[in-house]
């Protein structure tokens, strides 16, 4: 096969070392450590072995600081899905995987995977770990529940969420030592559905001291998170501004608000996402679009960014990156598949979800409608992956 690129080297990614291979000889294969010596260090033997590029592997997290050493050095670094490079045959070892990396690199068998500009991988960062607080927050949420349900304080029966207006207000009065049901149910909020007698009856304790103290506790790692999400939401505002102020064309764009829009409890209080977005991916208006929420904005603009979606040729590929696009397996005419490819993201999940949402719309509306077809002629799922896709 015809060599592509001649001044290349292969690198197997590891925990503890990394494997790095210049050529198909025993003398070209070096072992590196993963301190910040050691990756300096192997920049400068690829520098003196004449390297161009360099192909590694996406393992983990453990690419991430060899990655950005490479790239300041001035290297062209393809980054590549590992399920690309494991048909090597006969015994495996790290210097055989970092020998076959080099060797698909050499002869162009590799491509590499997207990655987001610097700006968004940093909003990146922000958001993903807002979502790592959100999913703990509920989690939390769950076992101040199972604690309130143990002590016999049907709170979950009377009131749709626990963690909303009316539910927290009950939860800090218990925790602060209130057992009279009908005290404890004068706190309900005026949108609470249910009445201050349905309330009352629900919340008739046992006084078991034990679930009481770990249901205190639970409220404590309640409210902390909540805490951490506030400070998440300033870095999140913060990184927004820099990327926005620091184009003028992204600067000059203005959309009045959406009031009819609806803003949960985990939507950032502090952010007018709805400019923000506007002006992030220059006019285009994505909240109008029917089933797309706030959270999934911020994962659009997290996630790949504006600079990321120009990235790709077009929606098809962007689509098939999204692992959203049939995956049709044809052999002597015949289609023996045509399911998605396995594979998931955040981005992903945020428009599945956003597909699901259209696909509950009482009034008619184009997606809704196409959701409607999709979903009369197969089942809901199809119609979630088609609707997400469109």
């Known amino acids: 096969m015809e060599v592509i690129n001649p001044q290349a080297a292969g690198i197997d990614i590891g925990s503890r070392s990394h494997w790095v291979a210049v050529g198909q000889t025993e003398q070209d294969v070096r072992e590196f450590g993963v301190y910040n010596q050691d990756l300096f260090g192997m920049a400068d033997w690829l520098k003196e072995r004449n390297i161009k590029t360099v192909a590694m592997e996406s393992t983990g997290t453990y690419w991430q600081n060899l990655f950005a050493v490479l790239i300041s050095r001035g290297f062209h670094v393809i980054l590549c899905n590992g399920k690309f490079t494991k048909n090597i045959k006969g015994k495996k070892s790290d210097v055989m995987d970092c020998q ?9 068998l590799l491509s590499s995977s997207f990655l987001p500009d610097e700006q968004t991988e940093q909003l990146c ?10 999913h703990s927050a509920a989690s939390t949420s769950k076992k101040m529940q199972k604690y309130l349900r143990l002590i ?16 927290l207000l009950i939860i800090r009065a218990i925790c602060d030592g ?11 909020h005026g949108n609470c559905r249910k009445s201050e007698e349905e309330i009352a009856l629900a919340l008739q304790s046992n006084d078991r001291k034990d ?27 913060k990184k927004l501004a820099q990327i926005i102020d620091s184009d003028q064309d992204k600067r000059e764009h203005f959309i009045d608000p959406k009031p009819h829009k609806r803003i949960n409890k985990n939507t950032p209080k502090n952010i007018d996402l709805n400019l923000k977005s506007y002006q992030m991916f220059e006019g285009t208006d994505f909240l109008a679009i029917e089933g797309m929420s706030y959270s999934t904005v911020l994962a659009l603009m997290g996630e790949v ?3 990321g979606i120009k990235r790709f040729k077009t929606a098809k590929h962007f689509a098939s990156w999204l692992r959203l696009a049939p995956n049709n397996k044809v052999s002597g005419g015949k289609v023996l598949s045509s399911k998605i490819p396995k594979g998931s993201n955040r981005l992903k999940i945020a428009l599945r979800n956003a597909a699901n949402a259209i696909g509950n ?9 196409f959701f409607q077809r999709i979903n009369f002629r197969k089942v809901r799922v ?8 469109n």
């Open 100 to 108: 076959w990396i080099q060797k698909l690199h050499t002869l162009g």
């Open 125 to 134: 960062t922000y958001c993903r770990h807002r979502s790592n607080l959100i």
């Open 152 to 167: 016999n304080l049907r709170l979950d029966v009377v009131v749709k969420d626990i963690c909303g207006l009316t539910g």
């Open 178 to 188: 209130e057992s009279d049901p009908l005290k404890l149910a004068a706190l309900r």
């Open 211 to 237: 679930y009481l103290f770990a249901l205190q506790q639970e409220l404590e790692t309640y409210d902390h998170l909540q805490q951490k999400i506030e400070q998440c939401d300033v870095e999140i505002e």
């Open 305 to 307: 960014g504006f600079d």
């Open 361 to 369: 719309l009482k009034e008619s509306t184009p997606l809704r409608d």
């Open 382 to 389: 199809s119609a979630v992956s088609a609707t997400a896709r």
